[in-house]
Nanobody, 123 residues
Framework: QVQLVESGGGLVQAGDSLKLSCAAS????????MAWFRQAPEKEREFVGA????????YYGDLMKGRFTISRDNVENTVYLQIASLKPEDTAVYFC????????????????WGHGTRVTVSS
């Protein structure tokens, strides 16, 4: 069983950058691919991006390319999401997820989910 806890959210200004963290416990993240999702108020959850267990492969949702960067530290059992040039439309709860497969995330599937960290971007 993998427990995931996100952190790093908060109230930020448009144009700022932010780095979210997702710490895993209960099981090593070795051999687990990881992903980030977000859900804005009154909208469906959307896929941000994912990273393979080795960190060698990443891919992002079509609307997320350019400002979002996922990285991981398997020694620290932590995955990160760097967001640059934040916009008010980035306001959402950001979730991380873990799965043995890298290729299920983009269809919204994952074995494990965190509870999310809220990011609010003011204009």
């Amino acid at each position: 069983q993998v427990q995931l806890v996100e952190s790093g959210g908060g109230l930020v200004q448009a144009g700022d950058s932010l780095k979210l963290s997702c710490a895993a416990s209960g099981h090593s993240l070795n051999y687990y691919s990881m992903a980030w999702f977000r859900q804005a108020p009154e909208k469906e959850r959307e896929f941000v991006g994912a990273i393979s267990w080795s960190g060698n492969t990443t891919y992002y949702g079509d609307l997320m390319k350019g400002r979002f960067t996922i990285s991981r530290d398997n020694v620290e059992n932590t995955v990160y999401l760097q967001i640059a040039s934040l916009k008010p439309e980035d306001t959402a709860v950001y979730f991380c997820a873990a799965d043995k497969s890298l290729w299920r995330f983009h269809i919204g599937r994952s074995d494990y989910w965190g509870h999310g960290t809220r990011v609010t971007v003011s204009s």
